[in-house]
């Protein structure tokens, strides 16, 4: 692979993190307040919409930005820029109808979804609130994996920002102003989902103006090959997308029976009532909006890996392939590990700091996010892996391995939530779990594909050593602080120092090289700043 490649590579990434690391900014200050001024029963509405989302974003997107990416990427590798603007306007019109008809069928049967999934019809506006959503969605995947395939990461970067931005500002003040005029949790989650749903109409209003200025500069070969035709280009759409569709959905769904076996265990096999299991589900929901926030470095690795990776193996070029796969891989450690280590032993001061005005919610909160925590280095490795599958072309392998350790979580959680003395910490059991099924079969196929793949657990040893180290010293400075100051000052004191000495310690292990620090924005400084040669 070339330099300019791994700089590209490295420069997406950097500007893709960059962009998810101010929207999961902006989704915990969306979140803080929604938890402190909504109850715990409010936000078990606002997560059980959320779960019926899921379901049909997927249906409506989850193929989407995979396939066009990776055909326009293939398309750009072999110099045919035609074909790969007429892949986007194919996809453009039959996605596009697959996200109306989901946003229609949400909204239609909100009612029956909400009861589904609670055993009762409070959630209805929340889930009909974000019903439009799934048709906006689908839009900006189409116009994202455009962007992607042709290895500009922008559109997507700013598209996000703004969208997050819109939510949270429109999604808390009509999320406050329902709850004052109602006094209604079920109505104030609306309102907070309202925003979310506005918020996505606008990032597709500017990621469709940005499509077409950007068209207008686009400069074709005038030997170009012909390009292919609308039913040859939607067979192969159909060929590379639907798989992911297909078994998306049926993950999805099964993450929909998974929360209602939950419900259902939880009041009729371990006895808790009808208001308390809404409220561990909030605790739970929460814990896990805490458990991906090391996805705004790990996502973009992986929507950067998948066309590189295509790119490369299109032109069969085995060096780089080994490039481009190792990197993602050591990247994706280098993230994984450092966050698994932190938010398992900060998992009580976290909640703490995060719920700051309701510490019996964040109390329940901790446990959940300690168990789930060290999942975090798996459920990583299995978003980059599943995008270094696709981009081989084996699209249904990831997602028939995701489906196998569904179904094992979903056994987990009917055995364990219905005990009294686990009650909800079972699905928090069942969610390690699962992860780590998935990343196993994940990490037997991609060896099975790419044998010049380097060894995950090799890679692991620098990165965890690296991590200790963090965590021995920070720890402790965080004990010393709580002494003499608030802890919720002493926690902030002590992840910074974690950071610090994470970095300082990944230098002395060698975890990380001067070769991949030089190929991000302003390397060589950052090179010289940590001292490597």
């Not at 290895?151 to 700013?158: D, L």
């Not at 409220?279 to 909006?289: I, S, T």
């Not at 995701?402 to 009650?423: A, D, E, Q, S, W």
């Not at 692991?460 to 709580?482: D, F, G, H, K, N």
């Amino acid at each position: 692979m070339s330099e300019q490649k791994g700089q590209s590579f490295l420069k997406g990434t950097a500007i893709l993190t960059a962009a998810t690391f101010i929207v999961k900014l902006i989704n915990i200050f969306f979140s803080i307040p929604l938890a402190n001024f909504l109850d715990d029963e409010g936000m078990g509405h606002f997560n059980t919409a959320y779960d019926i989302f899921i379901f049909f974003s997927v249906l409506a997107s989850s193929g989407t930005p995979v396939a066009i990416s990776r055909m326009v990427s293939v398309a750009y590798a072999q110099g045919r820029k035609r074909q790969a603007d007429k892949i986007f306007r194919v996809a453009f019109v039959l996605f596009s109808c697959i996200g109306l008809l989901g946003s229609i069928v949400m909204a239609a049967f909100s009612r029956q979804f909400a009861i589904m999934m609670n055993q009762n019809d409070r959630s209805m506006y929340a889930i009909a609130a974000l019903a439009p959503m799934s048709f906006f969605m689908t839009l900006s995947s189409c116009l994202r994996g455009y962007f992607q395939g042709r290895s500009n990461m922008t559109p997507t970067a700013v598209s996000q920002v703004l969208e997050s931005f819109i939510k949270l500002f429109v999604g808390i003040a009509l999320a406050l102003y329902l709850m004052k005029t109602t006094g209604l949790p079920e109505l104030g989650a609306a309102g907070a989902i309202l925003g979310v749903s506005i918020g996505s109409f606008f990032a597709v209003l500017y990621i469709l103006i940005y499509y077409f200025r950007k068209k207008r500069q686009i400069e074709y070969a005038p030997d170009e090959p012909a390009v292919s035709s609308t039913k040859s280009i939607l067979r192969d759409i159909l060929t590379f997308a639907v798989p992911v569709i297909v078994g998306s959905t049926f993950l999805s769904a099964l993450d929909i029976v998974d929360s209602a076996v939950m419900m259902h265990r939880l009041q009729n096999a371990a006895g808790i009532s009808e208001n308390a299991a809404i409220a561990m589900k909030g605790w739970l929901g929460m814990a896990r909006k805490y458990f991906d926030l090391p996805n705004a470095v790990i996502v973009p690795i992986s929507t950067s890996v998948l066309p590189m990776l295509a790119g490369v193996i299109a032109k069969r070029d085995r060096d780089g392939t080994r490039s481009v796969s190792t990197l993602g891989l050591r990247m994706t450690l280098m993230v994984a590990i450092p966050a698994a280590v932190g938010l398992c032993v900060f998992s009580r001061p976290i909640c703490d700091l995060l719920l700051f005005s309701k510490p019996d919610f964040a109390a329940n909160t901790a446990p959940l996010l300690m168990i789930m925590a060290p999942a975090v280095v798996m459920a990583s490795l299995v978003y980059t892996t599943n995008s270094m599958i696709q981009a081989v072309g084996k699209v249904h392998v990831p997602v028939i391995n995701m489906i196998v350790g569904t179904v094992v979580r979903i056994g987990v959680v009917y055995v364990l939530c219905g005990i009294p003395k686990i009650n909800v910490l079972g699905s928090a059991i069942g969610t390690f779990i699962s992860y780590f099924i998935m990343i196993a079969l994940n990490l037997f196929a991609l060896h099975r594909m790419l044998p010049e793949m380097p060894g995950v657990l090799r890679m692991s040893v620098r990165p965890l050593l690296a991590a200790l180290i963090m965590a021995a010293v920070s720890l402790p400075v965080y004990w010393l602080l709580v002494q003499v100051i608030s802890g919720k000052i002493a926690v902030i004191v002590a992840i910074v120092a974690a950071v610090v000495v994470y970095v300082v310690a990944a230098v002395l292990t060698k975890a990380i090289t001067r070769e991949e620090i030089v190929h991000l924005p302003k390397g060589e400084k950052i090179a010289a700043l940590l001292r490597l040669k």
